[in-house]
Structures are given as C-alpha cells and as structure tokens.
C-alpha cells in the first residue's frame, strides 16, 4: 500500500452527524433506462430536473443524484435507452440553481477516466457548490465502454481501486504523488483546492463480495444496488466485518436503497412491491433498514407526472423525514 493510500484510508470523511438519518433521490429525466422510467419523463427537460431538485432541496432531502454513462451500445439501447445526462455538467448546473443540498454521483465510472481528470472536476465542482459533493463510485458493467475508454473489461475492478486512491489523493494534496500502474504521477499540481476537507467523501458503490470489500477497504461511505431486505442484511454485516478486518472498525456510513414508496392512501392501482399509507406506517418500513446501520436512504416514488413527484417529495420530506431516527 502506497503512504497516499494509508493516509486516505486512516482518516474516512464523514458528513452525516453522529445519530441522524438521512435521505436522497436519484433524479428522473436525466438517466432513462427502462427500469424506472416514468412516461412524463420523456417529454421533459431541464426546466422539470430543476424542479425536482429544488423541491428535494425545500423538502430536507440530503442529496439529489446523478448516474453516469457515456455511450450505450446499440444492443442495450432498448432497455437502458441513449438518454444519460453527463454527470460532472448535470452537477455543475445544479449547484447553479440550488443553494443546500448535496450533489452525489450516483455513481460515477471512475475506472474510465484519468483520477487527475477526475479530481479536477470534482474539485471545481466542490468549490462551486460551497463543499457539497458526495463522489459515489462504481465498477461499471457496458463491456462497450470499456473498450472505448479502458481498461479491460476484466481488469475493471483493479482500475477502480487504483482510481478511488489516485482521486483521494489529488483531492487532498495539491501535488499528490500516484503510484500506478495505470496512471503514475508526480509534481503535478492543480487548483481550485475543494471546499471540504481534507477532501470531498467517496462513498462505493455495489452489492458484490469485491464490491463490499471495496467500500470496507477504501470507502467513506457505501452504496447497495440491492432492494431485498434479506439481501442487505447478510451484506451489511459482510461490510462491516470487512470494515472491521480491514480498517480496524472504522466508521462508514452505510446506505440502504430503500425500494418504492407511496405517501398516503393511493387513488390508483401502483406498481408492484411499492408500500403506500400514512408516514407512521412508511417509517416503520424504513427502520428496519436504520435498525441494520443505515444512516442514508435512497428514496422512489412512482409518478404519473412532475406535479405528483414532487407532491410526494414534499410529504415525504415533510410528514415522514422527521420520524426517522436512530
């Protein structure tokens, strides 16, 4: 282990208070996939995300997120669509309109980019939000992408750890010294410095045993690709037992995908596996996942339109955000 890494790994960033439970949204209109695209989503644009994001912001939600993709092969475009804002842009133009809420990469295919690149953006991007950015890390799974961008589809895993502690590093010291293989450098320097020291978190995404270890090794924080409660279980305490081998049990903040939610009595029928009623009976849904560790949660709400999104946002924020504890 380089001293960079050492260094990075000693001292996790944390931005969630001790105790408190948090809550986000990954936004609509800028990724639509066929998974969980909404119709009114496809005739919308940048007046409806900021929209979203505003009333994610007045509603107390702690963070809107951004997926990121660059090129969708022809053979996946069917089910994920060519639709994938550019992540860094889709960030800096909310940092623009907002003024509180933070600004997550959700999450952001590090492997594919130069961790200087990288930790220049995130960097700028910091400074424009006055210290807002969460930086959500994953593996990436389009073998395309890989081909364009590199690595190697297989060695995808090893350039992302590479890239989490180059990043770290930059985004800690003026001129950090990479180690390599795939990106050695020395006395380059670059400003803007972030905002938030001694750097901006990176929370890991992924479900996967290296994935888990991945976040346990490296991460400040953890974000799950999986609903099943009985799935997160088992992961959670993997991760922690990594955590615990590995960092010596220091503190992670570990986040839940929380599934589909409904606030209030519907009056139409609603997607499949959403759990609806009044704000008592969707906070106790959601201890369960506190009860595990948890400490930030991702939220979805089935909508017919921008107004009913953000209606839901709102009741969420206001009517079940406040019985949420630990």
Not at 88 to 111: C, E, F, Q
Not at 261 to 287: C, K, Q, Y
Request: net charge negative.
């Amino acid at each position: 282990m380089t001293e960079d890494a050492q260094q990075t790994r000693a001292a996790p960033v944390q931005i969630i208070p001790d105790g408190k439970v948090v809550f986000g949204i990954q936004l609509p209109i800028q990724s639509q996939s066929t998974i969980y695209v909404e119709d009114w989503e496809l005739d919308s644009g940048p007046a409806e995300l900021a929209k979203v994001a505003r009333q994610a912001e007045d509603s107390g939600f702690f963070y809107v997120a951004v997926c990121d993709h660059t090129a969708i092969p022809r053979r996946l475009a069917g089910a994920m669509s060519t639709t994938w804002y550019d992540t860094i842009a889709t960030l800096g133009w909310l940092a623009g309109i907002t003024t509180r809420i933070r600004l997550m990469s959700h999450v952001y295919i590090a492997a594919q980019r130069h961790p200087l690149r990288a930790a220049k953006e995130f960097s700028t991007l910091d400074v424009l939000s006055g210290g807002r950015v969460i930086i959500g890390v994953g593996a990436g799974h389009v073998n395309e992408e890989f081909d364009l961008f590199g690595p190697p589809f297989d060695e995808r895993g090893g350039g992302l750890d590479e890239a989490i502690d180059a990043m770290a590093a930059a985004l800690r010291d003026e001129y950090p010294t990479l180690a390599g293989p795939r990106w050695p450098a020395t006395d380059l320097g670059a400003t803007p410095r972030p905002v938030q020291q001694p750097r901006p978190p990176i929370w890991v995404g992924g479900s996967s045993r290296a994935a888990l270890r991945r976040a346990a090794q490296r991460g400040d924080g953890w974000l799950p690709q999986t609903v099943r409660r009985s799935d997160m279980r088992d992961q959670v305490a993997q991760l922690k037992e990594l955590r615990h081998d590995l960092r010596g049990g220091a503190p992670i903040e570990i986040g839940g995908l929380a599934g589909v939610f409904h606030v209030g009595e519907p009056d139409r029928e609603l997607p499949r596996g959403t759990v609806s009623g009044s704000p008592e009976r969707i906070a106790e849904n959601l201890a369960e996942l506190i009860e595990m560790g948890v400490s930030h949660i991702q939220m979805r709400f089935p909508s017919r339109s921008l107004e009913e999104l953000c209606d839901q946002i709102a009741a969420f924020g206001e009517q079940v955000g406040p019985l949420l504890s630990r």
